[in-house]
């Protein structure tokens, strides 16, 4: 077996529907900028406020991917 080397980076994705919807869109976007992702981790939820109203919904992930 080979020895493997992972980076880690920290992501926040956005939606204005849900966390899930954020979290998607946040692995879409690290998806057209590295390759061979392993793991994406929820490491934060929260929501964005305006006028006292939910108006978005942000998941901060922490992404790994394989170093070649």
Do not use: C, H, P
Request: no cysteine; proline share 0%.
């Amino acid at each position: 077996m080979d020895n493997s080397v992972y980076k880690i980076i920290e992501v926040v994705g956005f939606s204005e529907n849900s966390w899930e919807d954020a979290a998607k869109a946040a692995v879409a976007t690290v998806d057209s900028s590295v390759r061979d992702m392993r793991i994406a981790e929820v490491v934060q939820m929260d929501m964005r406020l305006e006028d006292n109203r939910i108006v978005g919904y942000r998941t901060k992930l922490k992404v790994s991917f394989k170093l070649e």
